[in-house]
């Protein structure tokens, strides 16, 4: 059974620090990876979807990376604001089911001001 | 961008009562509906994948009698938590895809209290 890690739990940075998310695996047969953002008690917003076969994707100030052989991700914020606080989930479907999603327990961002 | 919906936002029911929580794709036709759980500090589990039209498959340890999931049609599924007691407290989110291999959208979530 796949098992999704998230490295911190929480983490409190002072504005405009640059910061780095850690997501491992167990099981490097994925169809993709995800990373979400998670509002207190709301949905989720998908932040970027990395495909098997890339080593990174790009958004804005987001970074994510993947190392699939090592069972392992990273999601990169560059100068951080307070509107990025929020828990930041990784999620893994399986290459098997790509409609069954592990999730990490998330990184819980507190960005002050 | 695609909305999914869910109603209601919260809900707070009486132990032993029936609670039904809906999931709407509102500008795409979702042939596949999926119902998570979060517990307080926890990440999402998933509980069923739904396709319009047929039975849900329930993951391991989900009891389909308790937790009744409807995909009638391709924008509303429904997830019915049946004589709810307190331990059914939790965060129910739904997402929803155009295809087996689509980008899944998640809707806001639910609140369920169950005093």
């Known amino acids: 059974k796949q098992e999704v890690t998230q490295i911190p739990a929480a983490l409190s940075v002072p504005e405009g620090e640059n910061l780095v998310l850690n997501c491992s695996f167990t099981?490097?047969?994925?169809?993709?990876l995800q990373w979400f953002r998670q509002d207190p008690g709301k949905g989720l917003t998908s932040l970027l979807l990395?495909?098997?076969?890339?080593r990174e994707q790009t958004s804005g100030r987001l970074n994510a990376s993947l190392d699939k052989s090592s069972g392992r991700s990273t999601l990169y914020i560059a100068a951080s604001q307070p509107g990025d606080s929020a828990t930041y989930l990784c999620a893994v479907p399986t290459q098997y089911n790509f409609n069954k999603f592990y999730f990490g327990s998330g990184t819980k961002l507190n960005v002050k001001p | 961008g695609a909305v999914v919906s869910q109603h209601p936002s919260w809900v707070i029911c009486k132990s032993g009562t029936s609670v039904k929580i809906e999931c709407r794709s509102l500008?795409?036709?979702?042939?596949?509906m999926f119902w998570y759980r979060q517990f307080p500090k926890q990440s999402l589990m998933l509980m069923a994948t739904s396709n319009e039209g047929s039975k849900a498959t329930y993951e391991q340890g989900v009891e389909k009698d308790k937790f009744l999931i409807n995909h009638a049609s391709l924008t509303l599924s429904t997830l019915t938590v049946t004589s709810a007691h307190p331990e059914d407290s939790s965060f129910y989110i739904c997402s929803a895809s155009a295809g087996q291999a689509d980008t899944q959208y998640f809707g806001p979530g639910t609140r369920l209290t169950v005093l």
């Open positions: 990395i495909q098997s076969s890339q």
């Open positions: 099981d490097s047969a994925i169809y993709n």
């Open positions: 500008d795409f036709q979702a042939t596949t």
